[in-house]
């Protein structure tokens, strides 16, 4: 089945600077790969998506990037506020596979932005 | 809370003891899963139901049990044979149709005294 490793586990950057959070799957097929923002005790929101007809997509200040190739894909947020400071979450599923909406999630990164 | 309702929000329970966790969705959504949270380790698939009357096993099912009668309940058990159930519990739906894209609960922390 399919496996997903996310790094770091844990990220501190300053106000301002960026952040990079990456990401590898290990099933080729997967061909949908999200990013959920969980702040301190809430709930997992989705900030961003891509298929893997594409290479990267952005949405202000976020961006994601997918190397099909290499099975692996990154969350980028530029500019870091404080309000960035959560865990955030990476997964993939393969949305062919019955349409379950069966995604695996990654171990999850803790973000803290320094003001 | 986004149309969809877990309770309790917390919950203690001993040893040995089985305890049901509510999900309730006024989404109109047809999928639902429950994943578990624990630090350091994402979220963990349990189970997940694509229609009433019907569910699957995810990636973690021992010891929990789930029942789907009505397209807005899906309740989760966790039974005295799951060996450590303290967790944080999430609730999610999603749409038949169009992306993979859930909404979560606000979830429900269980610990075991």
């Known amino acids: 089945g399919e496996n997903v490793e996310q790094h770091p586990s844990t990220l501190s950057v300053q106000e301002g600077d960026s952040a990079v959070i990456k990401c590898t799957y290990s099933?080729?097929?997967?061909?949908?790969f999200p990013w959920y923002k969980q702040e301190l005790g809430k709930r997992p929101q989705l900030i961003i998506d891509?298929?893997?007809?594409?290479g990267e997509k952005k949405d202000q200040r976020i961006a994601v990037t997918l190397n099909k190739t290499a099975k692996h894909f990154s969350l980028h947020i530029t500019e870091t506020q404080p309000e960035d400071s959560a865990v955030y979450f990476c997964?993939?599923?393969?949305?062919?596979?019955?349409?379950?909406?069966?995604?695996?999630f990654g171990q999850g990164t803790t973000l803290q932005v320094k003001p | 809370d986004g149309g969809i309702t877990q309770s309790p929000k917390y919950l203690f329970r001993k040893e040995g003891q089985n305890v049901t966790l509510s999900c309730e969705q006024n989404?109109?959504?047809?999928?639902m899963y429950w994943y578990r949270q624990d630090p350091g380790q994402g979220l963990r698939l349990i189970y997940y139901s694509q229609i009433v009357n019907d569910f699957q096993k995810g990636d973690i099912a021992e010891g929990y049990s789930v029942s789907r009668e009505k397209k807005e309940s899906f309740p989760l058990t966790v039974t005295s044979a799951q060996k450590n159930p303290t967790a944080f519990y999430l609730c999610?739906?999603?749409?038949?149709?169009?992306?993979?894209?859930?909404?979560f609960g606000a979830g429900s922390r269980l610990t075991v005294l």
């Open positions: 099933d080729s097929a997967s061909n949908y």
């Open positions: 891509i298929r893997s007809n594409v």
């Open positions: 989404l109109n959504h047809d999928a």
């Open positions: 997964a993939a599923s393969n949305s062919f596979s019955g349409n379950t909406g069966k995604l695996i």
């Open positions: 999610a739906t999603k749409r038949d149709s169009g992306a993979n894209v859930l909404t």
